[in-house]
């Protein structure tokens, strides 16, 4: 049975309606990017996916086996107030608090689980600075450790690279992707669609054309040929600037 | 010195310290979520309910207070806490209009129905705390020595998913916290602690005890952790030395311990500054 199943999907705010029809199965193991434009409503549908939102119509339908407590999750905006006082230790730790369930107090196992996301993030000289006063991209990379520390079977990233520089960002795709194959489904809002094409196992389009199918299928469509041809020009345009720096 | 102790040697004003103490705790504990989640004036609007539900209290006759009091404040938080965010009416024009609200009705009350001479004075005290700490029986002091111990018992608890909730309320609901129960359980502490803090300061003054304390932990410290400690140590702290220069010069307990507050804040701030801490 598949972890999560969309079936005429409509998601939005109130009565405002964002996206509709969308469906699409996600089985375990799996690693779906969400493409699309800006304002297309790609984190609208991960809020419900989480149910952070109610769907408007449709419905979700999650596989057994699979609770709140197993998934981790990066926003892509965290709406922190400017002067909230929290370490790097203390947000990272929270991410635990799902394994940590009724318990008051996190115990040894979760603290090394911690301290290991905050190692495979390079933020271990950071560990007691203050989270405000971090960088718009260091300040991202906390969240994801966050969200590692969350993740037993499932991980959903709302653009998890917007704002690290080249070197991060490839560490991250290749973080990813060893999570995804040591077991965890990754669920991926990204505006990089060659990442997608070389990572992804399946391709959700949101927007005015809305596609789902396999990275392959993605790339055999219209749609798809249509987005990795701009995509390449963009990565064509970018390489040209370098070759002439040189 | 000697005055001082020779004050000590009189119940009464063990009592006081031992209330003044506890609630300045309490109080500070929670008033760094308040803050940081914006809601510094619920204090204030639900200090006022409370002052409405004691004029019905008083004008009905209730012999115990705290019988009508508690309830009335424990449900206005809960809906004052879940309404905000949904509602069509913003959160703190919600508050204002609950705390006006609430102490014209009450002041209004008292003056329609109440049977005592001294009504300017029974309403002084009511709103300033005057000088009824003083004045406080063992059931008063037992009562809040309880509730105050059942407040630091449940944050220490749930320090971590207070945390949690404050900092990013929807990841902590998309891990599968139950944010809105933490939340039901914030807003019902808060209850609690403005109805004791009536008591101390009287019901205008609750937000300073509420919001001082974190405010100056804010200046000076970056971590949750170090903040909750300071704004404990920085309430209690102030709380006594306000209250002895209180009983030593014979000033208003509530106002003073206020004007404690807003000293030391004021020092904090200027060390956060001179020390670069602050921002
Ligand atoms: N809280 C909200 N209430 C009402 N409408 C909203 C809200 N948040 C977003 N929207 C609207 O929903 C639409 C989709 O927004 P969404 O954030 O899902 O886009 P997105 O695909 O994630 O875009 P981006 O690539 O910029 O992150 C936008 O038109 C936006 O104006
Ligand atoms: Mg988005």
Request: overall charge neutral; some cysteine; aromatic content about 8%.
């Amino acid at each position: 049975m598949s972890l999560i199943k969309a079936e005429n999907l409509s998601a939005g705010y109130d009565s405002d309606t964002i996206i509709e029809g969308i469906n699409f199965t996600v089985n375990e193991g799996d690693y779906l990017y969400i493409v699309g434009e800006n304002g297309s409503g790609k984190t609208t549908l991960m809020k419900t996916i989480l149910g952070l939102l109610p769907p408007l119509s449709g419905e979700i339908v999650f596989g057994d086996g699979l609770n709140s407590k197993e998934i981790g999750y990066l926003p892509q905006h965290t709406p922190v107030q400017k002067d909230f006082p929290a370490s790097v230790w203390e947000i990272v730790l929270s991410g635990c608090q799902s394994r940590c369930g009724i318990r008051p107090f996190y115990n040894k196992k979760e603290k090394a689980i911690a301290n290991e996301n905050i190692r495979k993030m390079g933020m271990t000289d950071l560990k007691n600075r203050c989270y405000r006063e971090l960088s718009g991209g260091q300040q991202q990379r906390v969240l994801l450790a966050r969200a590692l520390c969350a993740t037993g079977k499932l991980i959903l990233l709302d653009e998890p690279v917007a704002g690290l520089d080249p070197m991060v960002t490839l560490d991250m795709y290749r973080l990813i992707s060893d999570l995804n194959k040591s077991g965890i489904t990754v669920i991926m809002i990204s505006h990089d669609v060659a990442a997608a094409a070389k990572y992804a196992s399946h391709i959700l389009h949101i927007g005015d054309m809305v596609f789902f199918g396999t990275n392959e299928e993605y790339r055999q469509s219209k749609i798809g040929k249509y987005f990795l041809m701009q995509g390449e020009m963009l990565g064509e345009i970018s390489n040209d600037g370098k070759k002439e720096a040189k | 010195m000697d005055k001082l102790m020779m004050y000590f040697e009189y119940p009464f004003v063990r009592y006081a310290l031992i209330v003044g103490v506890l609630i300045s705790l309490c109080s500070s504990l929670l008033g760094v979520t308040l803050v940081l989640k914006r809601f510094s004036f619920i204090g204030d609007g639900l200090s006022h309910v409370a002052f409405g539900a004691i004029a019905i209290a008083s004008v009905t006759g209730v012999s115990n207070e705290m019988i009508v009091v508690l309830p009335v404040t424990v449900i206005s938080a809960v809906l004052l806490l879940n309404s905000s965010g949904k509602a069509k009416i913003r959160g703190d024009a919600a508050i204002a209009m609950i705390s006006v609200g609430a102490l014209a009705f009450g002041y209004l009350l008292m003056n329609v129905f109440s049977a005592s001479s001294n009504l300017s004075g029974d309403v002084c005290t009511t709103l300033f705390g005057s000088t009824s700490i003083l004045t406080l029986n063992p059931t008063d002091v037992w009562m809040c020595i309880v509730l105050s111990v059942i407040v630091i018992a449940i944050f220490i608890v749930f320090y971590n998913k207070i945390f949690a909730v404050t900092f990013d309320e929807n990841f902590a609901k998309a891990v599968g916290t139950k944010s809105d129960l933490y939340n039901l359980m914030i807003a019902i502490i808060i209850a609690v602690i403005i109805v004791l803090a009536m008591n101390l300061v009287g019901s205008l003054l609750i937000s300073a005890l509420v919001i001082f304390p974190a405010l100056s932990a804010m200046r000076l410290f970056k971590s949750f952790k170090s903040v909750t400690v300071f704004s404990a140590i920085f309430s209690v702290s102030c709380a006594l030395v306000g209250m002895v220069v209180s009983i030593l010069g014979g000033t208003p307990v509530g106002s003073t311990i206020v004007a404690v507050d807003v000293f030391a804040f004021a020092v904090c701030y200027l060390v956060g500054r001179i020390t670069g801490r602050g921002n």
